[in-house]
């Protein structure tokens, strides 16, 4: 039987790559061989448990393949899996991937020599950018397309992100041999760990090139005015929030983009209100067209349509003008409008009015 690591690390198997990290770290925290009842073999299994789960391609290749890809019987699909594996040269050795857990020591870095030095930065996915668009109403009911411009961090159009200069000659990474990491021995708390940190000299890369871009200086990335096109999505409904997937800030490196979050803001209508799928209206009719009944033009959002008012429609009455109202996500159909009809009650009447409503009255 394989180990099984979401029990090692005390989580389901739907647990998200932050919640295996935090389930890593707070056990790694508990068992920390130096702590009052740390234990190291768990310490050791933890950090195994880590190096595959924390790997959205090694933990796929586990629940895919659970004990046989942990004794390494599928063959050749797992060249290079080899990140977890005790390394016996080294007494008392971790193989402990230090941007993971540079965080947790960095409390006590100054105490025990964990300074910053073997926690490099390393070419990461770009950030996600929130945005805020506002949109009208009726775009807001049948959906619309936006030009939005926004300031972002876009690869350079002159490297294509590669970071060198184009024709300048690109090789493999001396300092790491292009695997982008280098291992580093260092003396810590837990005696001599064997540290895994980006490679300095290609930051992660694995790629050397005699010459830097000019345009973007080897960062891979400039800062754009970026004009995209946006989908907004019929019903939308006022605070909910698009996700434009790698549309946010590209990863220095040519690491991937992050995610554009627009917000959606629906500015007010003073004819109209939203509630859910339906939209709400009023509608004044006087005194004679609440007694005697009419036809009256009503505004919904396709346009004036007639609605009829029978005899003795009292003030606060509702009328419901089917599927005129906001479509539903994905072509469920549309809501209703609803009218509430208020009376207006005659002011100012003449002598004569108020003596035939007095008769009304009898
Ligand atoms: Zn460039
Ligand atoms: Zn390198």
Not at 211 to 225: A, P
Not at 237 to 243: A, C, K, L, P, Y
Not at 285 to 299: H, M
Request: contains cysteine; glycine residues 14%.
């Amino acid at each position: 039987m394989g180990k099984d690591y979401y029990n090692i690390l005390g989580i389901n198997r739907a647990a998200t790559q932050e919640e295996i990290k935090k389930a890593f770290r707070q056990k790694a925290h508990q068992y920390h061989p130096d702590k009052a009842g740390g234990d190291e073999a768990k310490f050791k299994e933890i950090n195994e448990a880590y190096q595959v789960l924390g790997d959205q391609k090694k933990r796929t290749q586990y629940d895919q393949f659970g004990s046989a890809f942990e004794h390494g019987q599928a063959g050749g699909g797992f060249q290079g899996f080899d990140g977890f594996r005790d390394f016996s040269g080294y007494t008392n050795g971790f193989n402990i991937n230090m941007d993971d857990l540079g965080d947790m020591f960095s409390g006590f870095g100054d105490v025990f020599g964990f300074g910053g030095g073997g926690h490099t930065k390393r070419a990461r996915r770009g950030r996600d950018i929130q945005m805020l668009l506002e949109i009208d109403f009726i775009e807001a009911v049948f959906g619309v397309e936006k030009e939005i411009s926004l300031k972002k961090t876009v690869k350079c159009d002159h490297c294509h992100g590669n970071c060198a200069e184009p024709g300048s000659k690109i090789e493999t990474c001396q300092v790491c041999g292009g695997s982008g990491r280098v291992t580093k021995i260092q003396r810590t708390i837990l005696g001599n760990m064997q540290v895994q940190t980006t490679c300095e000299a290609c930051g992660g890369e694995g790629k050397a090139y005699n010459q830097k871009c000019t345009k973007c200086h080897g960062s891979g990335v400039c800062q754009e005015i970026a004009n995209l096109k946006v989908k907004i999505p019929a019903g939308i409904d006022n605070g909910e929030t698009i996700r434009l997937s790698g549309q946010g800030e590209a990863g220095e490196k040519g690491s991937p983009a992050g995610d554009l979050y627009l917000q959606i803001r629906i500015r007010s209508d003073r004819r109209f209100e939203r509630e859910g799928y339906d939209i709400k209206s009023k509608a004044e009719i006087n005194f004679t067209q609440a007694a005697l009944g009419d036809k009256i033009e009503v505004e919904t959002v396709d346009g004036y349509v007639k609605l009829y008012i029978p005899d003795g429609t009292q003030s606060g009455t509702i009328f419901k003008l089917k599927g005129k109202g906001v479509e539903r996500l994905q072509g469920r159909g549309r809501g209703d409008h609803l009218v509430e009809v208020i009376v207006k009650t005659p002011k100012n009447l003449s002598r004569k009015q108020k003596e035939l409503l007095r008769e009304l009255e009898n």
